[in-house]
């Protein structure tokens, strides 16, 4: 199995863990991405703490995020998990999303002939490279494994045998069935947020598609939040 980023290791965390815990499987664990990145955080340190042993680590010596440094760091990712697929010898590669990590994962995998699992594919996310990158994962999958209905019918149309696409859920679902979640007061006192206004949360996406966007993305975002002035 392969992690690259905190927000696809959350997901992943009880796929691993059943793995893991179950005698008829033997989980390897392949870290890449801003895991192995001090100034992402060094997040590898977190899932050692979780008590997972780690089978290898491909490092791509992630810094930037230019169109070039990001080229390159899929070539590395290439090389990297050539010689871990070589050295471990795995019988399924599983990884999930769209990320251009876990693109050089499942391309390493074809010359290898080692049958790829792929979690969440058929999504759609328009104006994102996102897409192109999670479209071209599903034709090099073997197994798949969508969150949905509307995304299995995707996969299929896309060519892949009906008989190898499942529909289980969003693998996130079970951290909400299986982590103690904070109350409203606890999460106020932890946060130390206002108890005279209301609460409200937001994401930003950046368009990855649209160059040198995101700032005037930002300020329409900025300037749309100043009129709730009611809210924290």
């Known amino acids: 199995m392969i992690t690259g980023s905190r927000a696809e290791y ?16 033997r989980l390897q664990l392949i870290v890449t991405g801003t895991h192995l990145a001090p100034e ?10 979780d008590g997972f042993r780690i089978a290898g680590k491909v490092d791509m010596g992630l810094f930037s995020d230019t169109e070039k440094a990001i080229a390159d760091y899929m070539g590395k990712g290439l090389l990297g998990f050539a010689e871990t697929y070589r050295r471990l010898k ?22 290898f002939r ?10 759609a996310t328009e104006g994102l490279i996102d897409e192109a990158i999670r479209h071209s994962i599903t034709k090099m999958s073997h197994i798949h494994f969508t969150a949905a209905k509307k995304y299995a019918k995707r996969v299929v149309q896309m060519g892949e045998s009906p008989e190898r696409v499942f529909t289980f859920g969003a693998p ?3 951290n ?47 300037n749309t939040l100043s009129a709730y002035r009611d809210v924290y």
């Open 172 to 174: 996130g679902l079970d």
């Open 40 to 49: 992402f955080g060094l997040t590898v340190k977190e899932i050692e703490k």
């Open 90 to 111: 795995p019988d399924l590669v599983v990884l999930l999303g769209d990320r251009f990590e876990i693109f050089s994962a499942a391309a390493a995998a074809v010359p």
């Open 176 to 222: 909400i069935r299986n982590l103690r979640l904070m109350g409203k007061e606890e999460l106020i006192e932890a946060l130390g947020l206002p108890l005279d206004k209301k609460i409200g949360v937001v994401t930003y996406h950046p368009v990855t598609l649209e160059k040198n966007k995101a700032g005037g993305h930002a300020s329409i975002l900025l």
């Open 114 to 123: 080692i049958p790829v699992a792929h979690i969440h594919g058929g999504e």
């Open 10 to 25: 959350d997901l992943l965390y009880w796929v691993m863990k059943g793995i893991r815990d179950d005698s008829r499987l």
